[in-house]
């Protein structure tokens, strides 16, 4: 079985400041881990992935996710955040493992707002 | 690039009437194709997936039906809309084991 915890219904942060979704993940086998962004009304847009290597991975408008094995957890983050980040952000597990399924659970997903 | 057509962007339908949603997909062969439902503006739940032409997996059981009739085409359809039908219908793509990786702009249908 495979869960995703997005515990944040909505963050809120300054343009400028650092911003952090958070993500925890439950999977019985190797997670890969992504994340999405919705805008209103359009469809999710890929933003980035964990499959294996550098905890750290790096995606699309500056957004980077940091995997944590011991704390099940792909949160996203951006240095600096922009207005125009102010969207639906959603997280998505599924088990990497042989074998395993390739249809990945999302998240209730994080509304993002960025205040002026 | 990849890119996923949806229509009708919009749809208002009385209880009982049929449905039918459509989705193409261009700029790929042979990929994954996928049907969420989107509740409220939030979480996604997965309706239909399908890994070829004529292979419909469905995961959730209700009177949502899909069809692949080409490698590119998947249809969303119903004989009688419910009023529970009611949500925004999202189209995706992916490639082999991978993810989804490209959603269509959804159809946001209303149930009356």
């Known amino acids: 079985a495979q869960s995703v915890a997005q515990p944040e219904d909505q963050v809120n942060v300054a343009e400028g400041n650092p911003l952090t979704v958070k993500c925890t993940y439950s999977v019985s086998g190797n997670p890969y881990l992504f994340w999405y962004v919705q805008y209103p009304n359009r469809g999710l847009q890929f933003l980035l992935k964990?499959?294996?290597?550098?905890?750290l991975v790096k995606g699309s408008y500056g957004f980077e996710a940091e995997f944590n094995k011991s704390q099940t957890s792909f949160h996203l983050k951006k240095p600096s955040a922009l207005v125009s980040d102010s969207a639906l952000y959603f997280c998505a597990v599924r088990d990497g493992t042989s074998g395993g399924s390739y249809i990945p659970t999302f998240g209730r997903g994080t509304s993002l707002i960025v205040h002026p | 690039s990849q890119t996923i057509h949806q229509w009708p962007a919009t749809l208002v339908q009385p209880v009982g009437s049929p449905l039918s949603l459509e989705c193409t997909v261009e700029g790929t062969s042979n990929p994954n194709l996928y049907w969420y439902r989107q509740a409220a503006g939030r979480g996604l739940q997965l309706l239909f997936y399908s890994v070829g032409i004529g292979q419909i997996s469905s995961e959730v059981p209700q009177n949502l039906s899909a069809s692949r009739p080409q490698d590119r085409q998947f249809i969303l359809s119903s004989k009688k809309l419910l009023l529970s039908d009611s949500g925004f219908y999202l189209c995706?793509?992916?490639?082999?084991?991978?993810?989804?990786?490209?959603f269509g702009d959804g159809t946001r249908l209303s149930i009356l």
């Open positions: 964990y499959i294996t290597g550098d905890n």
């Open positions: 995706a793509s992916g490639q082999g084991t991978g993810q989804p990786q490209h």
